[in-house]
Every structure is written in C-alpha cells, then in structure tokens.
C-alpha cells in the first residue's frame, strides 16, 4: 500500500513539474501569433473608418465607413481595383499552377530516376535557394527587355515558374510518399513512365503539391518587386504595385488612405480564403492516392 502511494504521489509530482514545460511552449506560439496577426486585425479596424474617423479615433476602435470606403474603392479611376484584383489572380493563379506542375514533375524525377548529373542538378537546386530574388529582379528585366517582354503578363509570370525551393519540396515529398515497390508494379504490370507518374505518382503527391500551390500562391500574390520592376503600364499591375501607387498619391491627397487600408484589408481575404478551402487537403493520407 505504502509503494503505491509512493508511486502515486511520484506521478503527480511529474505532472506537476511538467506543466511549466507544457505552458511555456503554448505562451510562446500564442505571443507569436499575436504578433503576426495584430496587424492584419489593425488593417481590418482601419478600413471600417471614414477619413474623419481614421486619425481622430482610438487605434482599436472599429468606425462606421466601412461600406462608403468600399464603394470608393470599387468607384476610384472607374474600378481600377478590380483590374488590379484579376492582375494578381492572373498572376499568382496561373504562376502557382505552372510552378507547381514543372515542381512535381522534377522532384518526381529526381526522386526516383537515376541518371548522369542528377547529384549535380539537385545540388545546383539547393545553391539556387540560397539566391535572394532580389539579386535576380535586374538581371531579369535586361533580359526580358532584350527579348521584348518586359512590361508584358509573360514578365511577371515566367520567373515564377520555375522556383528551386519548391522542386526541392517535390523532391523530398515524392522520394517519401512514393515507394519504389508500387512503381516496380506498376512495371510489371506494364505501365510506361507516363502511366506511372500520371495515375500512381502524381495522385500519392496531392497533399505536397497543395502545399507549392499555396506557398507559391502567397508568394506571387504578395510579390511586389518583380512586377513593380517589370511593368510600366498601371492596367497591368497587380495589387501590390497598384496599392502602393494609391500610397504615393495619398501623400498629396489624404484622403486616399482610406481607401489605401480596405484594398489592403480586401487583398488579404482571398489569401484567408484559399487557406480555409485548401487546408483539408493536408489531412490526407500519403495513401489516398493509390487507393482510388
């Protein structure tokens, strides 16, 4: 009887002494959090307000102008926003699909084929990470400027696709999800190269190949360098670029702020969008694919 207790009374002690080391991780991810997400909540506060309420008002406190300033929005320079809102769906829509196919199919290749150079190209992968695009921005508008597309869609979208990280990402995800045994099958039974990685490897890839599209998806839709670079003419321009040149003539005319803050606010609701609908995608087992 005196050893159970002591057993027991060991066993709270440990859950006891445990709990700090619980609670600490918890707090951190909550205190990150916060800081990740106060100024999303200060954006969607801001555009609630009338150009009178936005510098008069408490910080946190919401205002009343929140559909007067949407229908500015939507009315400044005859619905110059929603042509910059189909800019940046064009761009960051058809730039992660593309990028995410040519990801797939590389790290699929480099998974699981073995040929001359392969070590080097996935090396040569992973220095092109360690590249900041920023380096790139120049050296890419010379040459599509030499070519005669700069100031074109094809400008901003053809460097998106190919993008080193998410073929490592690929590459990664293939060499752990598929397995070699259900090729060597699939061989056997007589599928070509093209069968196998169209109805077993691309299937098992789904829940990878979410991940690149919204990775990239977020990337491009939050670029602004690149197009900004670019791109010369406004009906043209994605978002970002259009939001800043609102921010630029703002300095002249206060007013603009307004709506400067909803286009900010309203830009960042498809992104929350895409997330809450693509999530369960994540949850899908690595097996998924093979048994459909």
């Known amino acids: 009887m005196a050893g159970i207790t002591a057993a027991t009374t060991h066993r709270r002690v440990r859950v ?63 619905g110059v926003f929603w042509l910059w809102a189909v800019n940046t769906l064009i761009y960051a829509g058809g730039g992660a699909l593309l990028s995410t196919a040519v990801s797939a199919i590389s790290g699929y290749a480099l998974a699981k084929y073995r040929f001359p150079g392969r070590n080097v190209i996935f090396n040569v ?20 400027a030499k070519i005669g597309l700069a100031d074109t869609y094809w400008a901003v979208l053809l460097p998106q696709i190919l993008h080193p990280y998410s073929i490592y990402l690929a590459r990664i995800y293939a060499a752990a999800a598929i397995p070699d045994s ?7 039974d007589g599928a070509g190269d093209w069968t196998l990685m169209s109805r077993v490897a691309m299937p098992l890839m789904v829940p990878g190949m979410v991940t690149i599209f919204l990775f990239q998806f977020v990337a491009i839709w939050n670029n602004f360098l690149l197009p900004f670079i670019m791109l010369g003419d406004d009906g043209k321009f994605p978002l970002t670029v259009g939001l800043f040149t609102l921010l630029q003539a703002g300095s002249n005319q206060p007013s603009l702020y307004n709506l400067i803050l909803t286009g900010a606010f309203l830009s960042i609701v498809p992104l929350i969008a895409l997330f809450l609908t693509m999530q369960r995608y994540w949850r899908t087992d690595l097996s998924s694919g093979a048994v459909k």
């Open 16 to 78: 006891a002494t445990g709990r700090p080391l619980g609670i600490a991780p918890t707090a951190l991810l909550l205190v990150g959090a916060i800081y990740c997400l106060f100024p999303v909540f200060w954006v969607m506060i801001a555009a609630t307000k009338s150009p009178g309420e936005l510098f008069s008002t408490a910080t946190l406190a919401f205002g009343t102008g929140f559909a007067d300033n949407v229908t500015q929005l939507f009315a400044y320079r005859d």
């Open 125 to 144: 992968l992973i220095g092109g990470i360690l590249v900041p695009s920023v380096v790139l921005a120049i050296p890419q508008y010379l040459l599509f």
């Open 182 to 188: 259900l090729l060597e099958a699939g061989r056997i």
